[in-house]
């Protein structure tokens, strides 16, 4: 829009001059456009003016925007992801430093690609932080871009990803660490967090057998817990003992789980006899 139109300025040739101030349109991308003068004026001998034609102008009021996406939204430990940024238009000033990566890095920033609906796409790797568990994080973008004509950019954010780097780990205990002829005992095995494939395979209990395993319990810091009766076999005599824990288990996200032991337990299984003689 044209406003704040001036007064005549009567310049020495007798030629006339006025100013106005253009205001162009938001958000408007265009770059053809022209003023132009209409014949609804006169000299002051009342003879119609001409139309007239500015030169050509470009009118840029849009702000380039930005999406960001991950390939991948559940990182555990060894992953990484592909983080896609797609601006609007062309840009200027865009580096690494102007996105934010929660519980993680960003890397290897790729060249831009240009699409065929003027849309252009940068990517880069997304590495999750070691020994971290969040379930609630998003790579920003910040306004320190610009697009061709100078506009700033505008703030973006990708959609929600979780980060579990932490190995599972575990605990085993025994209520009964000497253990006689006709004893059993609870044994209790509490992980860290959610397992998945956990059964009693993943145990080895040397001189006995564990059997009766419980449904999982959720307690209150997020540990889960299992428990199991252990039977010693009978005839045995064996001050050094310990139930062990394979890797064969996972965490909920797919972390491979890591070895435990309980403490030293005793079997004697031996009933004591004896000898008369006269």
Known sequence: VLSNLSNATTNANGSVTYTATFTPT????????????NANYTDLNGNVGTTAVSTNYVVDTK???ATITLNDTALKIGDTATVTITFSEAVNGFTLDDLTAQNG?????????????????????????????STTNAISLNTNYTDLSGNTGTIAASSNYAVDTVLPTATIALDNTSLRVGDTTTVTITFSEKVNDFSLADLTAPNGTLSN????????????TYTATFTPDVSITDTTNVISLATTYTDATGNTGTIATSSNYIVDNVR???????
């Not at 419980?214 to 889960?224: D, F, K, L, P, Q």
């Not at 004591?272 to 006269?278: D, N, Q």
């Open 26 to 37: 938001a958000n408007i991308e265009s770059t053809t456009n022209a003023i132009s003068l």
């Open 63 to 65: 702000a380039p925007t």
């Open 105 to 133: 890095y960003l890397s290897n920033l790729s060249a831009v690609t240009t699409n065929a609906n003027g849309t252009v796409t940068y990517t880069a790797n997304f590495t999750p932080t070691a020994n971290i568990e």
């Open 213 to 224: 395993l419980s449904e999982a319990t959720t307690n209150a810091n997020g540990s889960v």
């Open 272 to 278: 004591p006899t004896a000898t008369i003689t006269l």
